[in-house]
């Protein structure tokens, strides 16, 4: 079973939205720093918002403050990120990552502090 399963990605133009949502499985739910990566060919992945499930604290990094935006429901252990004002260069493969179990999100996290990922789901802006 897998554990986090992206949905919501497609095509959009410049200036739209998105949600992107990621369902969780209850064990890799609870109590954990649930985050989204994205990585696009050539560049490096990168965290854009994430979210601690226990108080829905979260971090968005100044990259896509103001325009992404994450949040999560308990009830149905899912995990979404809302991006407004989108831009080419958002063009990207998007990923959900859960941390390990009672580690409170930190700005200083990167990809390796996550050890469960989900398979992705591309996100395409066009100008």
């Known amino acids: 079973q897998d554990q986090l399963v992206e949905s919501g990605g497609g095509s959009v133009q410049a200036e739209g939205s998105l949600r992107l949502s990621c369902a969780v499985d209850?064990?890799?739910?609870?109590?954990?720093?649930i985050a989204w990566f994205r990585q696009a060919p050539g560049k490096e992945r990168e965290e854009v918002a994430s979210?601690?499930?226990?108080?829905?604290?979260?971090y968005v990094p100044d990259s896509v403050k103001g325009r992404f935006a994450i949040s999560h429901d308990n009830v149905k252990k899912s995990v979404y990120l809302q991006m407004d004002s989108l831009k080419p260069e958002d063009t990207a493969m998007y990923y959900c990552?859960?941390?390990?179990?009672?580690?409170?999100?930190?700005?200083?996290?990167?990809?390796?502090?996550?050890?469960?990922w989900g398979q992705g789901t591309q996100v395409t802006v066009s100008s």
């Open positions: 979210i601690f499930t226990r108080d829905g604290s979260t």
């Open positions: 990552a859960a941390a390990m179990y009672d580690r409170r999100c930190r700005s200083t996290f990167v990809s390796s502090d996550f050890p469960y």
């Open positions: 209850r064990y890799t739910y609870r109590d954990r720093c």
